[in-house]
């Protein structure tokens, strides 16, 4: 599959745009580990290749373990690998990617209040909202894997 188009290039105000989302994102106070978490479950479920590529090895070098990178897609069956306040994450990105299913149900909310403050919540849904945008982009664009 060949890349169809390059946003950056074609519209650079946009990318600009997202790249500010980027920017904002490195400022936030979930630790890198629980963006990558966010990014890898939201590129799993949008099925994005790029993303997933891009986050697993980014998440390698922040000192996540392979085992959990490879059942993260089962956390729920496998939830003794997951802290608490990482289901928690894992269910708001799931339920935000997936919006038109459910949407953020109530249980999930608050069971992120329990480990989050407000700000750090919105903090969570922007970095889901974030992702979920790379991916369309990646996904619609084709974005190539780098081999």
Known sequence: MSARLNIATV???AYKAMMGLEGY?????????????????ASQINKCAFCLDMHT???????????????????????????EEEQALLAMTEEITLISHN????????????FFDDAQIAQIIMAIVTINAWNRIAVSTHLPIAK
């Open 11 to 13: 519209d650079s105000a």
């Open 57 to 83: 090895k980014d998440a390698l070098k922040y000192g996540e373990t392979t085992q959990r990178i490879f059942i993260l897609e089962g956390w729920r069956e496998a939830k003794e690998f997951f802290t």
């Open 103 to 114: 949407g953020l149900t109530e249980e999930t909310f608050q069971k992120a209040k329990q």
């Open 25 to 41: 994102l490195q400022t936030i106070s979930l630790n890198h580990i629980q963006k990558e978490l966010i990014k890898i479950r």
